[in-house]
T-cell receptor, first 112, second 112 residues
C-alpha cells in the first residue's frame, strides 16, 4: 500500500531563517505530488504541484519554492521565512480508484 | 477565476441534530469529491460523485450532486461527537492542469 511521509511534524523558526520541508511517498511510482498550505482555521491553498522529477508548477507567487530531486521526493523550501509563512503544510499525491488526493500528516510551521 | 464556495463556513450543532454543508460552483463540474479533516489532522477522502443527480450514502452521511452538476451537498443525520471536523468539497481545476480545487470548507462543531 501507498504511504506518504512528512517531516518534521512541527517546526518553530525565526523570521528570516531558511526552511526545508520534506515529503516522500512509498508504494507508488511517478506520482503527481502537491504542496498545500492551510492557515489556521482556513481552507487549503495549493502552492506547488509536480508531475515528474524536476518538473514544478507554482500556483501562487510567494516566498517559497519547491523541488523534486527524486521520483518520490518533494521538497518545500524558503531562503528567508516571513511571519505570513506560518501555517499547516500538507504534502499530497493523486491516485486511487477515484484519482483522489492522499495527504501526508502535515508540518505545522510557526514563524516568530 | 474558478471558485468553489462552501456554506456555511462554521456550524455548531447539538449532538443528535442534523447537519448539512453545501458546495456551489459557477461552472459545471465533471465530478466532485468530499474530504473530512479532523482537528489537528489531515484531510481524508470520503467519496466521489460523478453523475448528474447522483446520491450516495455512507451510514449517516448522504452526499448529493446537483442535476446541473454545479452544486453538491453533504448531509449528516443525527450528528455524533466523532463527526467533528472540517468538511471540504473538491473539484477538478478548470485550468487544464488536472488539479483538485478545494472548497473553502465547513467547520463542524458538535456539542455533547
Amino acid at each position: 500500500s501507498q504511504t506518504i511521509h512528512q517531516w518534521p511534524a512541527t517546526l518553530v523558526q525565526p523570521v528570516g531563517s531558511p526552511l526545508s520541508l520534506e515529503c516522500t511517498v512509498e508504494g507508488t511510482s511517478n506520482p503527481n505530488l502537491y504542496w498545500y498550505r492551510q492557515a489556521a482555521g482556513r481552507g487549503l491553498q495549493l502552492l506547488f504541484y509536480s508531475v515528474g522529477i524536476g518538473q514544478i508548477s507554482s500556483e501562487v507567487p510567494q516566498n517559497l519554492s519547491a523541488s523534486r530531486p527524486q521520483d518520490r521526493q518533494f521538497i518545500l523550501s524558503s531562503k528567508k521565512l516571513l511571519l505570513s509563512d506560518s501555517g499547516f503544510y500538507l504534502c499530497a499525491w493523486r491516485g486511487g480508484v477515484h484519482n483522489e488526493q492522499f495527504f501526508g500528516p502535515g508540518t505545522r510551521l510557526t514563524v516568530l | 477565476g474558478q471558485q468553489v464556495m462552501q456554506i456555511p463556513q462554521y456550524q455548531h450543532v447539538q449532538e443528535g441534530e442534523d447537519f448539512t454543508t453545501y458546495c456551489n460552483s459557477s461552472t459545471t463540474l465533471s465530478n466532485i469529491q468530499w474530504y473530512k479533516q479532523r482537528p489537528g489532522g489531515h484531510p481524508v477522502f470520503l467519496i466521489q460523485l460523478v453523475k448528474s443527480g447522483e446520491v450516495k450514502k455512507q451510514k449517516r452521511l448522504t452526499f448529493q450532486f446537483g442535476e446541473a452538476k454545479k452544486n453538491s451537498s453533504l448531509h449528516i443525520t443525527a450528528t455524533q461527537t466523532t463527526d467533528v471536523g472540517t468538511y471540504f468539497c473538491a473539484a477538478l481545476s478548470q485550468t487544464g492542469a488536472n488539479n483538485l480545487f478545494f472548497g473553502t470548507g465547513t467547520r463542524l462543531t458538535v456539542i455533547p
